[in-house]
């Protein structure tokens, strides 16, 4: 069945076409200052203007000298340097025009701070609308890394436009789409904010390259994102941060006293290969990849001039490049090895796969405990209460109490903000006086069973948000019985993303919602969810004859982030079921980053 389906296979939509749009839009924008220009770039668009357009393309352009700005946020502090370069030409009397390029969109803030430097007058504003940066053939991103916490703990509500314009955009290259499902307050508000742009704007009817959309908020699953990864490319993200499609290697993977800079995408051979593969089967792939390719070079002895001559036009530098990125990847491989191995990466998983399984708490608050007083990791020791609450809803008092404590004692007092966003988000909680697992998931069940209730209260839903995990767990099977042994050389489900502990809970949501067409069948599981579930047919023209078997092509949207151990399971899920997944997220995240971007210090 599964070999049937992948004969088959949907195509990816081609992406260089959204590329084209943002780069010539750049250009528009910048060829309405004619003449030579200076361009000041905030810091963290550096990395995604690389990839729509490079200095030579900015070149070409007339742009002369390019200025890093150091400001964060956008729209706060990045115009001071701008107002301080206006004010000082405008001292020394000289008169040039000034043109401020907000992006993804303008909010009126940024006018409203322009206006208190006063240069409101002096300079002219316009909006680039960088929505979407592909990142490979089936991963875009929003680069929007703020989303998370403007959205899920300050409740600012401002980038919605920004993911509903970013759909919008989707839908005009590659829909109609046949049909939406959706999870979560900010993904029904990323819906309507994309229907109503369908509504105002001029319906072309084309042929569909997607056919169902899914939209996840990240705060349904906050349990997968807290997981050490173990799959490649989720583990080369947590050691050495893959920053938009690029890693930077240091010495000790390049064995120089350079460091360099590496594209990881599906063009890259070596890497397409392992990307997706659970950690410990990578050494034997790369063994036999370097054996591959030491018989590729070993074929020249005995060639003849003719021979030799091609093998150089037609081979050589291929093997040259492949064996390079072998090179890296294994440096990368063994560098991982050594910094996991110093850390007891086994005793972290044990641990983490207990916590997942509800086996052993007490064990595992101690390992915890031991992490807080050895000082190993501010991020990691947090993360791994986080991961204690979330799959425990919420901590016993007295554990909760000392553990805080430790944690207070250990880091500093400086924390305690950080602890209240993560109580806020229902990260790290405490368990109320009566409220023990068992007397929630009744009282939930009740509400489920119960058809006069009717919508939850929001009492009910604060308790079903804090009291789910075990309880999903079991009605979706995330944590497959552990009584065989689980060959990661041959996975048999998406859990071998996480070892074989867990399927991800965002991952197997589409894989159920998608096999019933919808949600019936799974309302118990959407009201512990919290609800705020969808399901719509898509728009006009869907009755069009869809291409390349666009209905097998599911573009899955995460609002908060998404990380790679996800997307390595949906690739999986998709190649078992005959799907083509593409994932928009607004931007990459790992457990580091979650917890990062909650911190009190955070700017």
Known sequence: MAHSARRDSPEFPDFSLLKRLVRDQLIYLLEQLPGKKDLFIEADLMSPLDRIANVSTLKQHEVDKLYK?????VFHNSDAPVSDVVNADKAAGRFKRYKIIFTPQKFYACEAVLEEQGIFGDVTSDEW??????????????ELPEFLRDNFLAGDQRWVRTAGSALHLLHSLYGPFSKLYGIGRCSKMTYECWRKLVEEGEQKAHQAEIGNVFLIDRDVDFVTPLCSQVVYEGLVDDIFRIKCGCVEFGPDVTSSDKSVKVMLNSQDKVFSEIRNEHFSNVFGFLSQKARNLQTAYDKRRGMDIKQMKAFVSEELKGLKQEHRLLSL???????????????????????????????????????IEEHINRQVSMIESLRLLCLLSATENGLLPKDFRSLKAQYLQSYGVDHLLTFSNLKQLGLLVEQQPGETLTVMESRVGKLVNDKTAGKLTDAFSSLAKKGNFRALSRRLNLVPKSDEEYDLRVPRDMAYVFSGAYVPLSCKLIEQVLEKDGWTGLEEVTRLLNGHEFAVTGSSGADLKPKNNAQRVVLVMFLGGCTFSEISALRFLGREKGYKFIVVTTSIINSSRLIEALLDDHV
């Open 69 to 73: 700005v150091e400001y964060k946020p």
């Open 129 to 142: 609308a960088f929505y979407l940066l592909p990142l490979d053939d089936d991963i875009i991103s929003l």
């Open 329 to 367: 990847h294994i440096g990368a491989s063994e560098s991982m090895m050594k910094k996991k191995t110093k850390q007891d990466f086994q005793e972290l998983l044990k641990t983490e796969h207990s916590l997942l399984e509800g086996f052993e708490i007490r064990e595992c608050i101690s390992y």
